[in-house]
């Protein structure tokens, strides 16, 4: 039986539910800092040095045309393209020493794998990851977390917005729940929030009322209550928790409101931005308002795309897409968001992180990576680069680690993405240092990084 048609991807709900549930739940000893988890991740690569590290005093052609602007942090500076951003640092850790040194093909692809799984890709491919999703792939940590902490709500675990990872034709890499098995892939909203959703999953059939569907739920649960044990092993129909979850969401509509942006005010829907990136956060932060574990808000372009329509991929124009296109996106979304979050109190419990796969070359016009760079341009650049950690306990209005005069390595305090995945874990009171047991029951680590206690307070 379905609940009115509904299913998630081909997989009826109450199978999805199921298959969560069967696998392991574990116990641990780490106080959670945090419930819940909204991952901003910036596909692309952003340039660190014309965005949030200026470096004034390095030559013309490392620190570019922007100029620096005073934060609410002391001392410290961000471009004068995120002039919002800089009145909301003050509640906030600011990352300026995110670093690696990638083992294999240097590409999108593989960074993004990377800071998604906790695992470097050359521990699973000599490829470095420039090829498909694969059921034996390691999971996404928003997989593994939805797992481990399944919502109390009537909400979905985990949820991806508003369009996959990709680089090219490799769509999703990284994205998925690998070896964990389908049922705890994300939520998929491939949809722009700045125009009205169909939901289409979480929606009734014209010719299914909801009372008719509370009908059927109420006669099935008195069937079940009133069936002998062994009925109801051999019974199809015997109602398990698993459908009265399915029901449940459908019923409750609380996932159903949660994706809806009327319900916001227009000042404030303005204030995020009518954009896809504002609209989707604001979104986000309705979903996490209602359970949900983990959001993933995806920059709204392809990795590689073209930098003067939408992407950070500033190969072949750097300046100008950041100034009049990128950035006041960025900085109407952020600044919003983490206003937004602070005043309403969830801030405390959620823990934000922003980043891209890689920053941008601090040198203009060079090719670090075997592409062909604009003299205006600026290549990809992992081995320094910045990120943003707030909420769940994470210190306010300070800035961890630090790069050298030109942006082109941590001066200390280098931070790996694998240990800002098993960072997340930690804030959430999973260890990360727990093994889990692959599709073939083999134990694997968790994560290979090491969690950054330096971050909180």
Same mark, same amino acid.
């Given at each position: ?16 539910? /199921? ?50 602007? %005073? ?61 498909? %999703? ?81 009908? /059927? ?241």
């Amino acid at each position: 039986m379905r609940v009115g048609g509904l299913s998630l991807m081909g997989l009826g709900l109450q199978d999805y539910f /199921r298959l969560q549930a069967a696998s392991s739940k574990v116990e641990s000893k780490i106080t959670p800092r945090a419930k819940q988890v909204l991952m901003i991740f910036l596909q692309g690569g952003p340039s660190h040095i014309d965005i949030w590290d200026p470096k004034p005093d390095a030559p013309a052609n490392i620190r570019g045309e922007f100029k620096p602007i %005073p934060t609410k942090i002391n001392g410290v500076q961000v471009s004068e393209v995120m002039p919002k951003l800089a009145t909301v640092l003050d509640r906030v850790t600011l990352v300026r020493s995110m670093s690696y040194t990638p083992v294999g093909l240097f590409n999108h692809t593989a960074a993004m794998y990377q800071m998604m799984t906790g695992w470097a890709p050359d521990k699973v491919s000599p490829s470095g990851q420039l090829e498909p %999703p694969s059921p034996r792939d390691f999971p996404h940590m928003g997989c593994h977390i939805g797992n481990f902490l399944p919502p109390k709500e009537s909400i979905f675990p985990f949820v991806e917005m508003p369009r996959p990872l990709q680089e090219s034709s490799v769509i999703g890499k990284g994205g998925a729940a690998g070896f964990l098995g389908k049922a705890h892939d994300p939520y998929r909203l491939y949809q722009d929030p700045k125009n009205p959703l169909r939901m289409d999953d979480l929606t009734l059939r014209p010719e299914v009322s909801n009372d008719r569907l509370r009908d /059927r739920y109420d006669l099935l649960k008195g069937i079940n209550g009133s069936m002998k044990d062994l009925d109801k092993a051999v019974s199809s129909f015997a109602l398990n928790e698993y459908y009265e979850k399915a029901y449940d969401l459908v019923l409750s509509g609380k996932a159903r409101d949660a994706f809806d942006l009327n319900k916001e005010k227009d000042a404030l829907r303005e204030q995020y931005g009518r954009t896809t990136f504002g609209q989707s956060l604001l979104l986000a932060r309705r979903l996490l308002e209602a359970g949900t574990r983990f959001v993933q808000v995806n920059w709204p372009s392809v990795a590689n795309g073209n930098p003067e329509v939408d992407a950070w991929d500033t190969h072949a124009a750097n300046f100008a897409p950041l100034k009049n296109l990128h950035c006041p996106v960025l900085d109407s979304g952020l600044s919003a968001l983490f206003e937004d979050l602070d005043q309403r109190g969830l801030l405390k419990e959620t823990l934000v992180v922003v980043t891209g796969e890689f920053g941008r070359s601090p040198k203009l016009g060079v090719s670090t990576s075997g592409n062909v760079n604009a003299p205006d341009g600026r290549d990809h650049w992992p081995y320094c680069y910045t990120a943003i950690v707030a909420g769940g306990g994470v210190k306010r209005g300070v800035q961890y680690g630090e790069s050298d005069a030109t942006g082109s390595s941590p001066k200390e305090k280098a931070l790996h993405p694998v240990d800002l995945v098993a960072t997340i874990y930690y804030a959430l009171g999973i260890d990360p240092h727990m093994e889990v047991l692959n599709d073939l029951k083999q134990p694997r680590a968790l994560v290979e990084g090491t969690p950054v206690h330096g971050l909180f307070g």
